[in-house]
């Protein structure tokens, strides 16, 4: 029976430092043509996400059919501009770019922009990675099948040999994960760090968080933290289901402090509207952050709360529970 590996991000923790971004980008995405690449980004909700837009173009399953869209244009993900660091750093130049492009979009350009009003205005970070499907969009349009599942743990690659530059996968993926590269014209992809996970090793997205929010492990391991969060206290939910991939990588929604009433009292209304919530992970959020909301009073009183120690993570080896994945 073929394994899924799977990782819990708790959006509780995570206080946009980028850390993950930064591993994933000097280990993975340093050559020639992936300049704009970042297999994983942090995004802050509610914004327009990298690439722009990327949740209104289309892709996934509907009525069990593979939906295409259009490739996102270059400049949805961002210009890349040249950096004068040398003459900034240490000849006192105060001109920071090579050229004089002006940049008009960027991964992070909307970075802790709030939406609302004060004093309830609110934002969240959402880091994002590709999810290795249960039922991956990119694989079934692939027309020469360079992407394919791995038996032993789930992961979702690209054979780079394999890959004739159809992007189809581009087309197919509603998450907008799959990158092209014109450089070496194939396309390219999140690994989820499988030469790691081969050794039992995190990835390194998830092993340099600082804010310890990535659980990693295998959805079949019953009683650890990947099974606990998304098949026990079913607090841990696929981002945007509806696109129909079966997406292994799982949120814990966000709880953010209370709004407050026109008198300056506290309110009892959620400072992110559960509507959005319920957009972004679908209808089951509320159940989920009732039953959040309900362990955390039990540990407040002096109770026990298995799910609170859980996500708590205490120690950091607690998020990740790899045994060692065998390779044929």
Not at 181 to 190: A, D
Request: net charge negative; charged share 25%.
């Amino acid at each position: 029976m073929a394994r899924q590996i799977a990782m819990v991000l708790d959006l509780n923790k995570c206080i946009g430092c980028h850390a993950c971004t930064a591993a994933c980008k000097s280990l993975w995405t340093d050559e020639p043509g992936q300049e704009y690449m970042l297999w994983n980004n942090v995004e802050t909700k509610p914004g327009m996400g990298y690439p722009r837009n990327w949740q209104t173009n289309g892709g996934g399953w509907k009525d069990g059919e593979l939906q295409l869209k259009e490739i996102p244009a270059p400049e949805e993900f961002g210009n890349v501009i040249a950096l004068n660091h040398e003459e900034v750093y240490f000849e006192g130049s105060d001109k920071r770019l090579k050229s004089e492009e002006e940049m008009l979009w960027g991964p992070n350009w909307e970075e802790d922009s709030s939406s609302g009003e004060y004093p309830n205005n609110y934002h969240f970070y959402l880091p994002r990675l590709c999810n290795h499907c249960t039922n991956p969009a990119c694989l079934a349009a692939c027309p020469v099948r360079a992407i394919y599942k791995r038996e032993e743990d789930g992961i979702v690659l690209v054979d780079q040999d394999k890959c004739q530059g159809f992007r189809e996968c581009n087309k197919a993926c509603p998450y907008d994960k799959v990158y092209f590269n014109m450089v070496s014209g194939t396309s390219q992809k999140c690994i989820f760090c499988f030469p790691r996970v081969e050794q039992g090793v995190a990835p390194a997205c998830a092993r340099q968080c600082p804010g310890r929010l990535r659980f990693v492990g295998f959805l079949d391991d019953i009683g650890k933290p990947i099974d606990l969060l998304v098949n026990k206290w079913k607090v841990a939910l696929p981002l945007h289901e509806e696109y129909g991939t079966e997406p292994n990588v799982f949120y814990v929604p966000p709880m953010l402090p209370p709004t407050f009433d026109e008198e300056g009292d506290i309110a009892q209304d959620s400072r992110v509207p559960l509507d959005y919530l319920q957009y972004l992970f679908g209808a089951q959020v509320d159940e989920a952050l009732n039953t959040m909301q309900r362990e955390m009073e039990k540990k407040q009183n002096g109770e026990e709360s298995e799910l609170m120690d859980l996500l708590i993570a205490k120690e950091w080896k607690s998020l990740f529970s790899i045994p060692d994945v065998k390779v044929y």
